[in-house]
């Protein structure tokens, strides 16, 4: 299936703790994002990346880390994890930057 | 300042036609972009507008007036299934990153 997936879907885990989202897309799309959607069902993007080179960088804690270790994947990296980071993230892809976004299944962090 | 304001909640009847409003000030536009999310789902790709008019696609159209700041989307034919979130996002600032800018989301509830 052409898609763009992550894993895991759900996260569970305690505070203080480093956790990572991993995103792959198979689409051939330069372009891939990462979404944070709070409990308020509002999306709000963290980090893009064109060709592996970061392109948006939001207002986001340092303790989140983006790596793109070649186009078809985007990774998330969350050091000492906090109850505010629970939430929903969601990894998507577009060909061109600018053009329709394809997203991933999402994965539901819980932080306690 | 960036703002994008879309009703909260929808009600509408199974068969009936729906629009769904949306207003927004951003620095910057690269197009308008409707999603569709059902709950505990990602959000998919409905329409991109980038000119003044009317986009029609099935049962879905989209418009946009870029002077007034505004876009609808309209719903026809309304079914069950068509109960879900519908997200408004602006592609913005200048540079074409790719940003989306969303709003909060209308949930459009159908009813039989």
């Known amino acids: 299936d052409t898609a763009v997936s992550q894993t895991p879907k759900y996260l569970v885990t305690q505070m203080g703790n480093d956790k990572s989202i991993k995103c792959e897309q198979n689409?051939?799309?330069?372009?891939m994002y990462w979404y944070k959607q709070d409990s308020k069902k509002f999306l709000k993007i963290m980090f893009s990346?064109?060709?592996?080179?970061?392109?948006i960088n939001e207002t986001v804690p340092n303790r989140f880390s983006p790596k793109s270790p070649d186009k078809a994947h985007l990774n998330l990296h969350i050091n000492s994890l906090e109850l505010g980071d629970s939430a929903v993230y969601f990894c998507?892809?577009?060909?061109?930057?600018?053009?329709?976004?394809?997203f991933g299944p999402g994965t539901r962090l819980t932080v306690l | 300042g960036q703002n994008i304001d879309q009703p909260t909640e929808m009600t509408a009847t199974e068969g009936a036609i729906v629009q769904i409003n949306c207003t927004y000030q951003?620095?910057?536009?690269?197009?308008l972009f409707w999603y569709q999310q059902h709950a505990g789902e990602a959000p998919t790709f409905l329409s991109y507008?980038?000119?003044?008019g009317l986009e029609e696609k099935g049962r879905f159209s989209s418009f946009l007036s870029r002077s007034k700041g505004y876009s609808y989307l309209l719903l026809k034919e309304l079914q069950m299934k068509d109960s879900a979130s519908y997200l408004c996002?602006?592609?913005?600032?200048?540079?074409?990153?790719?940003?989306?800018?969303f709003g909060q989301g209308t949930t459009l509830q159908v009813k039989p």
């Open positions: 689409l051939g799309h330069d372009t």
């Open positions: 990346y064109n060709n592996k080179e970061l392109i």
């Open positions: 998507a892809s577009s060909a061109p930057p600018g053009r329709e976004q394809f």
């Open positions: 996002a602006v592609g913005g600032p200048s540079g074409n990153t790719g940003k989306l800018i």
């Open positions: 507008n980038v000119l003044d």
């Open positions: 951003t620095s910057g536009f690269n197009g």
